[in-house]
């Protein structure tokens, strides 16, 4: 069964510096998501992509975050000086035709900033 | 905005029984989907059911049923036979159907963690 892989598993970073956490999503979905909890939290929904740009964003999604399609099969979230508060489970997603399709997520990336 | 809200933190059954999970939702909108995903300890976030708030019919998925209450804005998950496998946070989740052609957020409520008891 296709699903949706994310890397790696668990990143450890220090406070100010600037992590990349990969996905590949499903090879034809088209629609990409990156969503974020925080231990003990709900889920949160950072962004969303499709053809090749952002269709949405929340209020979390700031500057310091940015989302990129690299090559085709990659889905990136690039956080820049990151800081305590990025400590959080990410999650990407993806969907095949957006709203009418179910989301699939993948594992997870465990990021904590130190 | 959308709100969802579930107001039970943690539930627990025996193995063999029912459970019922509750949530609630908040939004203007009158077309719009409502999911149950289920968060095992891996962490992943796997779809357990969906409705559709157009279907008067509430959707079924083998041991997984819902009770969508559209006027009261209620859509609660009924879990028959539980089984120790389903031990995990459950979390209720909206996604409106404006652009539907274009990615639409789901927004989550909080999850209620769920233990079966052998």
């Known amino acids: 069964e296709p699903e949706v892989t994310q890397t790696p598993s668990h990143q450890v970073t220090q406070m100010g510096q600037e992590v990349i956490l990969r996905c590949v999503p499903i090879?034809?979905?088209?629609?990409f998501y990156w969503y974020r909890q925080i231990l003990g939290q709900k889920v949160e929904f950072l962004v969303s992509f499709y053809n090749n740009e952002i269709s949405e964003k929340s209020e979390i999604f700031d500057d310091q975050f940015s989302v990129e399609r690299p090559d085709g099969s990659n889905f990136t979230l690039k956080i820049r000086s990151t800081k305590l508060e990025d400590s959080a489970m990410y999650f990407c997603?993806?969907?095949?035709?957006?709203?009418?399709?179910?989301?699939?997520f993948g594992q997870g990336t465990r990021l904590t900033v130190v | 905005a959308q709100t969802v809200t579930q107001s039970q933190p943690e539930m627990s059954v025996q193995e063999a029984e029912t459970v019922t999970l509750s949530c609630t939702y908040d939004t203007s909108e009158s077309d719009y989907y409502l999911f149950w995903y289920k968060q095992p300890p891996s962490r992943q976030m796997i779809l357990v059911i969906r409705q559709e708030a157009y279907k008067q019919q509430n959707a079924t998925e083998n041991r997984f049923s819902v009770n969508f209450q559209k006027a009261a804005k209620s859509f609660s998950l009924k879990i028959s036979d539980s089984q120790l496998g389903d031990a995990a946070m459950y979390f209720c989740a909206y996604r409106s159907r404006l652009g539907e052609t274009s990615g639409s957020r789901l927004t989550f409520g909080e999850g209620t963690q769920l233990t079966v008891n052998p």
């Open positions: 090879s034809n979905h088209l629609y």
């Open positions: 997603a993806s969907s095949e035709l957006g709203a009418l399709t179910e989301a699939f």
